[in-house]
């Protein structure tokens, strides 16, 4: 059973830079074919994909993102990271890691969410 746990502080004030990570159990992030996702859910808005690394260390990004994103990946530890700079109120959300198996084109391992409030 493939489990996926954010963690990361609540509350990050405007200017400065959100970090998470997304510690992976029961199957390696360098498998062939498994994409390691965020996903966000602003405040009364719907599901809004911010980003990927791949098994392989390829990244992907929402262009819409107006916040510099980055995602990286220890694989000694099995986990993924996201980095927002810059951060404004928008970025405020429900942020979930997932996972994308491209084979059947779905997600099919959700974290439970980490709500991250922007705020002074």
């Known amino acids: 059973q493939v489990q996926l746990q954010e963690s990361g502080p609540g509350l990050v004030k405007p200017s400065q830079t959100l970090s998470l990570t997304c510690s992976v159990s029961g199957g390696s992030i360098t498998t062939n074919r498994y994409y390691w996702n965020w996903i966000r859910q602003p405040p009364g808005k719907g599901l809004e994909w911010v980003g990927a690394i791949g098994y392989d260390g390829s990244t992907a990004y929402n262009p819409s993102l107006k916040s510099p994103t980055s995602i990286n990946r220890d694989t000694s530890k099995n986990h993924f990271t996201l980095q927002l700079s810059s951060v404004t109120p928008e970025d405020a959300a429900v942020y979930y890691c997932?996972?994308?198996?491209?084979?059947?084109?779905?997600?099919?391992?959700w974290g439970q969410g980490t709500q991250v409030t922007v705020s002074s």
């Open positions: 997932a996972r994308f198996y491209s084979g059947s084109h779905y997600y099919d391992y």
